[in-house]
């Protein structure tokens, strides 16, 4: 599984950084990327039942809400692929006004995110799940966003090895 999810991932950034600039290509790499999330979807799903281990009684409480949280997840981590879009299209000649732009999306999402957990943490223990059980979900998807995180760090194109021009001074 995780070897699944490594190369699902490394497929969707791979695809990434040469995005066509036409429509019709554009639609066609949001296609493809989309198809890509949804094959990532349903490894996770596989992964998450082979660590999480539940008993029938919990399976039962668990499943209804992880698919709401992973339904609400995915508009959040759609603003992270438009992020990850503007990137490629932009890089290497991204501005100051590009990067602000950006630095704001990435800490807006990173929020987001650990917002959507806070809640879904929540959601979990109000349908009757053991605090151990929702700590043990909440570990595994941390990792998994790590895995995800590192690989994404891995094959994007990093602006440290840009030069830094400095701003001319407005006196």
Known sequence: MKST?????????VSLPG???SQTDASNVD???ESLRADLRADKVDIVTQAMQLSDKDAKLFWPVYHRYENDLRQVNN?????IKSYSDKFPNVTDG????MINEALDYYSRRDDLRKKYAEEFLKAGLPPLTVAKFLQLEHR?????D???ASQLPSLLTQ?????KSTK
Do not use: F, G, N, Q
């Not at 998994?144 to 995800?148: A, E, F, K």
């Not at 030069?163 to 701003?167: D, E, L, M, N, S």
């Open 5 to 13: 999810l490594h190369l699902i991932t490394l497929l969707l950034v």
């Open 19 to 21: 995005l066509a600039r």
């Open 31 to 33: 296609s493809y990327i």
């Open 79 to 83: 603003r992270r692929v438009a992020l």
């Open 98 to 101: 590009d990067a602000k732009a």
């Open 144 to 148: 998994l966003d790590i895995i995800v």
């Open 150 to 152: 590192l690989e994404l």
């Open 163 to 167: 030069p830094v021009v400095k701003a």
